[in-house]
């Protein structure tokens, strides 16, 4: 029986122990607790193989792309099973992915919002509360549908330090000069403790390549600024021809702040948002099983690096 359970919305209670449970099944995982946010909701890592490649594996950046938190656990769940068995995940020969690479991921990076989105955070609650005065800033945004944020009312990809300015210039002309659901950079660039403990992470681990998953759109962006890294686009474009997606330009708009384009800009290595599925966010479970087998190969690839 499967330990990841995608029939239900993920909380972050079920991602937590999702994770905490795939290391006692599979002792050659483990698990650190990355951090705590400010109402105490844990950030933690999964971690999978001993090569001396790295990769870094995020997800669930924006509260109601929650279900992008279930792609990491269920391929983590897979792969650590194929590894016990000898057996293949994918097409790759997983004791030999085990060998070549360590996985470094962090399935929830917004887990307060994700709990606003998913309803472990109810009606009444002080939190809850705390969200929907917030969310009155923007009457035009559903709620709590429409949360991106954390519960400060931060978009957390959109604070970093990468073009964060141009980032502020152009969501402020949008109105979204305010804490609220979406698109509010902060006051500064990682003044918040998830962009703060992820890029503290990805300093510490030093990958050659991360990934951060987010929906929707099926299209794969790789870019930031005018920076060249060589093999990315290689990269992308066999991510691409492997998945369906569309390896693309980020919109201007969108273009800056991001945890992507913090890390092209820092470690000038590949670095990859993947815009997960189609429709209108918070994408239902009923898509997951598509979402799944189109990233499947996305992250085979990446966590090798094979263009």
């Known amino acids: 029986?499967?330990?990841?359970?995608?029939?239900?919305?993920?909380?972050?209670?079920?991602?937590?122990?999702?994770?905490?449970?795939?290391?006692?099944?599979?002792?050659?995982?483990?698990?650190?607790?990355?951090?705590?946010?400010?109402?105490?909701?844990?950030?933690?890592?999964?971690?999978?193989g001993n090569g001396p490649r790295k990769v870094l594996f995020t997800a669930a950046h924006h509260a109601?792309?929650?279900?992008?938190?279930?792609?990491?656990?269920?391929?983590?769940?897979?792969?650590?099973?194929?590894?016990?068995?000898?057996?293949?995940?994918?097409d790759l020969d997983a004791t030999a992915l085990r060998e070549a690479v360590t996985v470094f991921m962090v399935p929830m990076v917004d887990?307060?919002?994700?709990?606003?989105?998913?309803?472990?955070?109810r009606p009444g609650d002080v939190q809850y509360e705390i969200a929907r005065?917030?969310?009155?800033?923007?009457?035009?945004?559903?709620?709590?549908?429409?949360?991106?944020?954390?519960?400060?009312?931060?978009?957390?990809?959109?604070?970093?330090?990468a073009g964060w300015l141009q980032a502020r210039e152009i969501k402020f002309s949008q109105g979204y000069t305010l804490p609220g659901p979406r698109d509010?950079?902060?006051?500064?660039?990682?003044?918040?403790?998830?962009?703060?403990?992820?890029?503290?992470?990805?300093?510490v681990v030093d990958p050659e390549l991360v990934l951060a998953f987010h929906t929707q759109g099926q299209e794969i962006y790789w870019t930031f600024s005018d920076i060249d890294v060589p093999g990315a686009r290689e990269l992308g474009e066999a991510m691409a021809a492997a998945s369906g997606?569309?390896?693309?330009?980020?919109?201007?708009?969108?273009?800056?702040?991001?945890y992507k384009d913090w890390f092209i800009q820092?470690?000038?290595?590949?670095?990859?948002?993947?815009?997960?599925?189609?429709g209108v966010n918070p994408l239902p479970l009923s898509q997951f099983e598509e979402i799944y087998r189109d990233n499947l190969p996305i992250l085979n690839i990446a966590a090798l690096g094979n263009a």
């Open 184 to 203: 509010y950079v902060g006051r500064a660039p990682f003044n918040q403790l998830e962009t703060q403990a992820l890029s503290g992470y990805t300093e």
């Open 64 to 90: 109601n792309e929650w279900i992008t938190a279930y792609i990491l656990l269920r391929w983590a769940e897979e792969l650590a099973q194929a590894i016990q068995s000898g057996g293949k995940i994918g």
């Open 133 to 161: 005065r917030l969310s009155e800033n923007y009457p035009e945004i559903a709620f709590p549908d429409g949360w991106k944020a954390n519960l400060l009312g931060v978009d957390l990809n959109l604070n970093y330090p």
């Open 245 to 258: 997606y569309r390896l693309a330009d980020v919109p201007f708009n969108s273009a800056f702040a991001g």
């Open 266 to 278: 820092q470690f000038r290595r590949p670095g990859y948002t993947i815009e997960a599925g189609r």
């Open 1 to 48: 029986m499967s330990i990841v359970n995608t029939t239900v919305p993920i909380t972050s209670d079920i991602c937590d122990k999702t994770i905490l449970e795939i290391v006692q099944t599979y002792p050659f995982c483990r698990t650190e607790l990355l951090a705590t946010t400010a109402f105490q909701r844990p950030i933690r890592t999964l971690v999978i």
């Open 111 to 121: 887990p307060d919002g994700v709990d606003l989105v998913t309803g472990a955070i």
